[in-house]
């Protein structure tokens, strides 16, 4: 019993599949029309504009058949467009068998796609006949079999067992259609052998590739960082202690000023180190993640920080080390310049973003272009084509939103 | 001298005015960013124009860029570019519209105070500055792709990276310890081995040097 339940099963699903078969076929002995249409053109050379056109077609059908097939059993990858230019295309193995393909395809696919449709619609047709045998005339004959005259219950229950005859081809044979009716797309859909390779190597390279940028944007941003800062500091040094020298010589007492600039030059310059090295990715991070990071920026804070995270999938390390600098900098702020005696922290990640928020109830009237503290905050949001907008009236509260994309 | 600083960073750029300052040297304005060092140029009429490579907005080739516009709207304007780096691209991209007036020096070479008051007067005398350690990586690269220079002897590629630095004989005889004489003949041979001949119209100092910053230029 437990038999039969399972092929009656296969056999619902087998025409579930061959119905969509018979759909892609359809659409296969279209395409088969037009190419074979564009190819009689092309005799006379009317046609070559056409047959780029026709190979299109032919690959949207086959690719149609590539996504049916795949839903079934073992995904077929889809080679991409069509190469252009003509005899490229012609050389390309993937047009060369999907052509084979279309034109085996429009009759095996098209029959077994309606046999495999007609058995059951057969079988219905026949098991209900002693039904309605009544409203024909009896010399109608029974349904497609015009010469068995129906004289009564008799004849229409044998009609009615016919029935049951279709049914149980129907239940036999339709997994086996089914499976004639895949087999030229599974035969030639697929990668040929050896190219399947170079499509799995092209895929990888893509998300690799993504990879070496993101990694890429974290190095320039540490090289900018370390030659706008660092290395600027101490190019000023040097013109400051040149100009010491020289100034020791005819007016020392102006040295001692110029050498006090320099010190003050050589301290940022240690100062922005600082903040470049902890920047590269605060070992904290690793230690502890997004939320514990935060948390300990937040503990440490001197003007008490209320915070709320939530973020439930982790960004890019890159990224998730940005959040940090950008609360750790802003924190900073509050406590050097705003009188706050309260800050919010939000940080919360929608989609595939991850806003920051940080408000302060301090006195306001903080200027982007005073410090380096605010610049350094909108280059580093910005290298990641994030968004960084600040609103500090006088009087307060300031606020500083930030929306990083999480590359993950 | 009227000089006008284009320099983004702020302490270094107040540094420069500070050091030309007490020099007597006459900075009429500074600047932060392109535009404002193009707005300077047009309003103050400077001699020499100081301008960093790396500008906002990208900060990448911005200073050239801008030194280059500012020399179209008033020519004869010396420009004295600072790097931070040897960018040779950006050197070559400067100088391949002539070098009177024109110098490349890597931003350390400020802190040598006399050097680099002389390598500025040079510019503004319509001389040319290209930096030792530029002259070093060209002749490095350059060795390997111009025939014509690859026949020089050392000690004349010596002089000729001398002369690219915008020394004169004499100068460059006081470097390499030698007479005037014997500089005048290393020259000579240049000239003749890089096929400039001595009836040429052009100056063949800044010929020789131009084929220098780029093998094949004549």
């Given at each position: 019993?437990?038999?039969?339940q ?9 025409l579930e599949h ?5 759909g ?7 395409a088969l029309l037009?190419a074979a249409?564009?190819?009689?053109t092309?005799?006379?050379r009317?046609?070559l504009l ?7 077609a032919v690959?949207s ?10 839903r079934r059993?073992e995904p077929i990858p889809?080679?991409g467009p069509v ?9 390309d193995p993937?047009v060369?068998?999907e052509l084979g393909w279309v034109?085996?395809?429009s009759l095996?696919g098209l029959v077994?796609?309606?046999?495999g449709?007609?058995?059951p619609l ?12 009544r409203?024909l005339?009896a010399d ?11 004289d ?9 067992l016919?029935?049951v005859?279709w ?9 086996v259609l ?7 797309g ?10 399947d390779l ?6 990888l390279?893509?998300?690799r590739?993504a990879a ?39 007016n020392?007492d102006r ?12 301290e940022?310059a240690l100062?922005e180190l600082?903040?470049?090295v902890r920047?590269?990715l605060?070992?904290?991070l ?7 990071a ?14 709320e995270?939530?973020?439930a999938?982790r960004c890019a390390a890159?990224v998730?080390a940005t959040?940090?600098f950008?609360?750790?900098e802003a ?11 309260q800050v ?5 990640r929608?989609r595939?973003r ?5 408000e302060d ?8 272009t ?14 990641y084509?994030g968004r ?6 006088p009087g ?6 930030v929306?990083?994309p999480?590359?993950? | 001298?009227?000089?006008?600083i ?5 302490l270094?750029r107040e ?9 007597d040297?006459d ?9 404002e060092?193009?707005v300077?140029?047009?309003?103050h ?8 490579v790396?500008?906002?907005p990208t900060?990448?080739?911005?200073g050239?860029?801008a030194a280059v ?9 010396a ?15 400067l100088f ?11 931003k350390?070479?400020?802190?040598r105070?006399?050097e ?16 030792p350690e530029v ?8 060795r ?8 020089l002897?050392?000690?004349?590629r ?18 390499l310890?030698?007479?005037?004489g ?9 000239f003749?081995?890089?096929?400039l001949?001595p009836?040429?119209r052009?100056d063949?100092r800044?010929?020789a ?10």
């Amino acid at each position: 019993m437990a038999y039969v339940q399972a092929q009656v099963r296969a056999s619902v699903n087998a025409l579930e599949h061959l119905v969509g078969g018979l759909g892609t076929a359809t659409l296969a002995l279209g395409a088969l029309l037009w190419a074979a249409t564009v190819a009689v053109t092309c005799l006379a050379r009317v046609g070559l504009l056409a047959a780029p056109g026709a190979l299109r077609a032919v690959r949207s059908v086959a690719d149609r058949e590539r996504a049916r097939l795949s839903r079934r059993g073992e995904p077929i990858p889809t080679p991409g467009p069509v190469p252009a230019g003509l005899r490229t295309a012609a050389r390309d193995p993937f047009v060369r068998r999907e052509l084979g393909w279309v034109a085996l395809y429009s009759l095996i696919g098209l029959v077994t796609g309606l046999v495999g449709l007609a058995l059951p619609l057969y079988a219905v047709q026949d098991v209900t006949f002693p039904l309605w045998y009544r409203l024909l005339p009896a010399d109608a004959g029974a349904p497609g079999i015009v010469w068995w005259r129906i004289d009564g219950l008799s004849e229409a229950l044998a009609v009615g067992l016919l029935g049951v005859g279709w049914l149980a081809a129907a239940i036999w044979f339709s997994p086996v259609l089914a499976r004639l009716q895949a087999w030229p797309g599974r035969w030639l859909l697929p990668p040929p052998p050896g190219v399947d390779l170079s499509l799995r190597v092209a895929e990888l390279t893509a998300t690799r590739a993504a990879a070496l940028d993101a990694h890429a944007v974290e190095l320039r941003r540490i090289e900018r960082s370390l030659h706008d800062g660092t290395q600027n500091r101490l190019v000023a040094v040097n013109v400051l202690l040149g100009a010491a020298r020289r100034a020791l010589r005819r007016n020392p007492d102006r040295a001692d000023e110029i050498l006090g600039q320099a010190q003050d030059a050589a301290e940022q310059a240690l100062g922005e180190l600082r903040t470049v090295v902890r920047g590269i990715l605060p070992p904290v991070l690793d230690d502890r993640g997004l939320v514990g990071a935060l948390a300990g920026l937040a503990g440490s804070s001197v003007v008490p920080c209320r915070l709320e995270v939530d973020v439930a999938v982790r960004c890019a390390a890159s990224v998730e080390a940005t959040a940090y600098f950008v609360v750790a900098e802003a924190l900073t702020n509050v406590v050097r310049h705003s009188g706050a005696s309260q800050v919010d922290v939000a940080v919360r990640r929608e989609r595939a973003r991850l806003l920051v928020s940080i408000e302060d109830d301090g006195h306001g009237d903080a200027d982007e272009t005073r410090g380096s503290g605010l610049t350094g905050i909108r280059r580093r949001v910005e290298a990641y084509d994030g968004r960084m907008t600040l609103t500090s009236p006088p009087g307060g509260p300031t606020r500083m939103d930030v929306e990083l994309p999480c590359g993950s | 001298m009227r000089i006008v600083i284009a320099e983004d960073d702020a302490l270094l750029r107040e540094g420069l005015a500070l050091l030309l300052r007490a020099e007597d040297l006459d900075v009429v304005a500074t600047a932060g960013t392109p535009g404002e060092f193009l707005v300077a140029v047009d309003e103050h009429a400077p001699d020499v124009a100081i301008v960093d490579v790396r500008m906002p907005p990208t900060h990448t080739d911005e200073g050239i860029v801008a030194a280059v516009e500012a020399r179209r709207r008033r020519p004869g304007l010396a420009v004295l570019v600072l790097s931070a780096y040897v960018e040779q691209a950006f050197a070559t991209d400067l100088f391949s519209v002539g070098a009177a007036g024109l110098g490349y020096l890597l931003k350390e070479r400020v802190g040598r105070v006399e050097e680099f008051l002389a390598a500025l007067h040079r510019v503004a005398d319509g001389g040319s500055v290209i930096d030792p350690e530029v002259v070093a990586q060209l002749l490095a690269r350059n060795r390997r792709t111009d025939t014509a220079l690859s026949e020089l002897s050392p000690r004349e590629r010596e002089v000729l990276g001398l002369m690219a630095e915008g020394l004169g004989n004499g100068a460059i005889a006081e470097r390499l310890f030698v007479t005037d004489g014997a500089v005048h003949k290393h020259i000579r041979s240049i000239f003749s081995k890089l096929q400039l001949p001595p009836d040429d119209r052009a100056d063949r100092r800044v010929t020789a040097v131009l084929r220098y910053l780029n093998g094949d230029r004549r």
